[in-house]
């Protein structure tokens, strides 16, 4: 069985969070470890390490207090993102202890009134190769596979993230009802929400809603808040989609 020792864990852990933060500098404190078994009689490892050290948020400097309580069957491999504990210091909004064992789901959506017609908003929206018109940090997109506009097309999707660096965000389209609905769902980089576009006409109008939804897993749990943020910082776009195709279709 892999032994956990030393600052490995806590690192492995944050980086496989995969959170819009720097890894800083972990110390370890204390490690212990207790066995027991399970219900049908397996052995179960329960290793605990405790660290004090730094983490560098957005904000700034953060000391915090890093618990990792990782659960593995005998001669199985550690999973580091299992159960984790941390409290931040000095931050009382933040210096509660909080598990990625709690439900927590984000959720944002934003809805707009296009002065066209749901097939011409459809057929902009089933095609993702438009994306980059509308919606900011897209550094690239191109159709992996399938067919434009189509169930089932993958589009390769490179966002800018942290600090510029390049983060993959490819999706596939799983549901394409003309003048109804586009629903997508992220396949590829750190976080993969799914999303839906859902039209209905009002006249000579077609109202549009952008709904993204996304379960956060291991300490992606401890950063909820900045993802729900993000999220809704995602959805609000809508309002450049909407001048972006009210302005296409005056022009032809």
């Known amino acids: 069985m892999e032994r956990a020792t030393g600052i490995e864990p806590a690192y492995r852990a944050w980086e496989a969070s995969a959170l819009p933060l720097s890894y800083a500098r972990i110390a370890p404190q204390t490690s212990r ?13 329960t290793q605990t390490h405790r660290y004090h050290g730094l983490i560098k948020f957005p904000a700034g400097l953060v000391k915090i207090r890093l618990r990792l309580d990782v659960g593995v069957l005998r001669c199985a491999t550690p999973d580091y993102s299992v159960a984790v504990s941390c409290c931040v210091m000095g931050n009382p909004a933040m210096s509660k202890s909080r598990t990625p064992k709690e439900d927590s789901v984000a959720f944002a959506e934003h809805e707009v009134l296009i002065g066209r017609d749901a097939m011409t908003v459809y057929q902009f929206l089933v095609d993702g190769l438009n994306n980059p018109l509308w919606r ?51 396949v590829a980089g750190p976080a993969r929400p799914t999303g839906g576009y859902y039209l209905s006409t009002e006249g000579p109008n077609t109202r549009l809603r952008f709904a993204l939804e996304y379960h ?12 729900q943020k993000t999220m809704e910082e995602e959805v609000v776009q809508l309002e450049q989609l909407k001048s972006v195709i009210e302005e296409q279709t005056s022009e032809a």
């Open 33 to 45: 470890s207790r066995s027991q078994l399970s219900a049908d009689g397996a052995l179960i490892r």
């Open 136 to 186: 900011s940090g897209i550094r690239s997109i191109s159709l992996r596979s399938g067919h434009a506009g189509e169930k089932g097309a993958v589009y390769q999707q490179t966002l800018a993230g942290p600090g510029g660096r390049p983060i993959a965000a490819d999706f596939q389209i799983t549901e394409a009802r003309p003048g109804a609905e586009v629903r997508f769902a992220v």
């Open 216 to 227: 956060p897993k291991g300490l992606q749990k401890l950063m909820n808040g900045m993802i």
